[in-house]
T-cell receptor
Framework: EAQVTQNPRYLITVTGKKLTVTCSQNMNHEYMSWYRQDPGLGLRQIYYSMNVEVTDKGDVPEGYKVSRKEKRNFPLILESPSPNQTSLYFC?????????????FGQGTRLTVV | AQTVTQSQPEMSVQEAETVTLSCTYDTSESDYYLFWYKQPPSRQMILVIRQEAYKQQNATENRFSVNFQKAAKSFSLKISDSQLGDAAMYFCAYRRGYTDKLIFGTGTRLQVFP
């Protein structure tokens, strides 16, 4: 089954404690992205990757890191989480854009930073 | 910069009736794609319908159809014969051609009453 898998689905952590949210896709997609969803703001892109070892900033990259060492995995790293990073996070993947190819989303990770 | 505006934070409809959700966007690009995503309480992002900007014909998927007015930069979603399972948050999204990045509106919460 084609899918994007995020873990964990729920996470409560304390300010400053490093954490990683994992994302894996099984569709051999080149493109992967991270979004955060906040009430009244919709989803905003944090980082994206066009292929292995190629990553770039989205609209709200401050406080986040990513890496793309393998095509299937695209972890999101918060080195020193702060309460303003409390949000719902989505990983998404798509094949080479063109003809409006669909983005597939993971199940979401609800992160709370206290 | 491209923007997407959903001016209706909430809408409601009676079961079996028709409802239209509004979306406008701003872009100077000619090659782009528009999408409607559904987000039920499970938080999963589900693609409802897509529209290629170069196509004049409005997209249709079963009970879901769009009214794409390119000159007016309007992309509304019509849901016919509404069902209880249609209750969800609906996001309009824009993607410039040959890029991965989706730009989302702020969402419209749809309630369906029996």
């Amino acid at each position: 089954e084609a899918q994007v898998t995020q873990n964990p689905r729920y996470l409560i952590t304390v300010t400053g404690k490093k954490l990683t949210v994992t994302c894996s896709q099984n569709m051999n997609h080149e493109y992967m992205s991270w979004y955060r969803q906040d009430p009244g703001l919709g989803l905003r892109q944090i980082y994206y990757s066009m292929n292995v070892e190629v990553t770039d900033k989205g609209d709200v990259p401050e406080g986040y890191k990513v890496s793309r060492k393998e095509k299937r995995n695209f972890p999101l790293i918060l080195e020193s989480p702060s309460p303003n990073q409390t949000s719902l996070y989505f990983c998404a993947s798509s094949s080479l854009p063109g003809a409006g190819t669909e983005a597939f989303f993971g199940q979401g990770t609800r992160l709370t930073v206290v | 910069a491209q923007t997407v505006t959903q001016s209706q934070p909430e809408m409601s409809v009676q079961e079996a009736e028709t409802v239209t959700l509004s979306c406008t966007y701003d872009t100077s690009e000619s090659d782009y794609y528009l999408f409607w995503y559904k987000q039920p309480p499970s938080r999963q992002m589900i693609l409802v319908i897509r529209q290629e900007a170069y196509k004049q014909q409005n997209a249709t998927e079963n009970r879901f159809s769009v009214n794409f007015q390119k000159a007016a930069k309007s992309f509304s979603l019509k849901i016919s014969d509404s069902q209880l399972g249609d209750a969800a948050m609906y996001f309009c999204a824009y993607r410039r051609g040959y890029t991965d990045k989706l730009i989302f509106g702020t969402g419209t919460r749809l309630q369906v009453f029996p």
